[in-house]
């Protein structure tokens, strides 16, 4: 009677405690998920390519603010995509491979626009107060030109097939919402940085960082346009 009376309260108190450990399992399950979100926004947001150059040349014109709304921007695109993705909608993917032509030729054009604004600019000395101007536009951007970049939703989807796999459509969502503060960390990092040694960049290093955006955005937007003949 003994025995068994203690093994019923032993039983009671496992069955008592158990849910409280099954919280805390799947709380360091989704803590994972997001750590692993985290990372993978970096990786997807850190690469050198144009919008990073866009950051720091708008960093370097307007301030901290514009640059970082570049990035928000950016950051948007990328927890985008990285949705569609993670949450394995077909018909959103199956949309985008179906008119890939279509998508190429939008983003090519835009970009090569965008290329031939950045090589026409004209470099001019920093001010020591930066006017940060319209921020919701440097946003909007900052999201065009991440969501018309061919690379870049490559890139995403294959990342998240690799890497990205969850059990559960709310470990999706805690996955792409560590992509998204990954990647706006890392656009943080790079504006404060940028911000911080502002007062040594000369003209001539703008007129070089505007080159430089111009040239990667061309090659994107070519390279775009090329596709388009031979899908």
Not at 25 to 45: H, M, P, Q, S, T
Not at 98 to 118: D, M, P, T, W
């Amino acid at each position: 009677m003994l025995v068994g009376f203690r093994y019923s309260g032993a039983a009671r108190r496992w069955q008592s405690a158990s849910p409280v450990r099954t919280e805390s399992l799947f709380l360091l399950e989704d803590l994972g998920i997001l750590w692993r979100g985290l990372v993978l926004g970096v990786v997807i947001a850190a690469p050198v390519g144009p919008i990073g150059l866009l950051c720091i040349r708008r960093t370097l014109e307007r301030g901290l603010s514009t640059g970082l709304a570049t990035g928000v921007g950016a950051a948007m695109a990328d927890a985008l995509f990285s949705a569609i993705a993670a949450f394995g909608v077909t018909a959103v993917i199956d949309l985008l491979t179906g008119h890939v032509r279509e998508l190429r030729l939008i983003g090519g054009v835009f970009l090569l626009a965008v290329a031939v604004h950045s090589f026409l600019r004209e470099p001019k000395p920093l001010a020591k107060e930066p006017v940060a101007g319209n921020l919701f536009a440097a946003a909007v951007t900052g999201l065009g030109l991440t969501f018309t970049n061919p690379v870049t939703i490559l890139g995403i989807f294959a990342v998240i097939a690799g890497f990205g796999a969850t059990p559960s459509p709310g470990a999706a969502g805690t996955l792409v919402a560590g992509i998204f503060l990954g990647s706006l960390c890392w656009w943080t990092v790079l504006s404060g940085g940028i911000t911080l040694i502002r007062h040594r960049v000369t003209v001539r290093t703008v007129h070089w960082i505007n080159v430089g955006t111009g040239v990667l955005l061309a090659a994107l937007g070519l390279w775009a346009l090329a596709g388009v003949l031979l899908v």
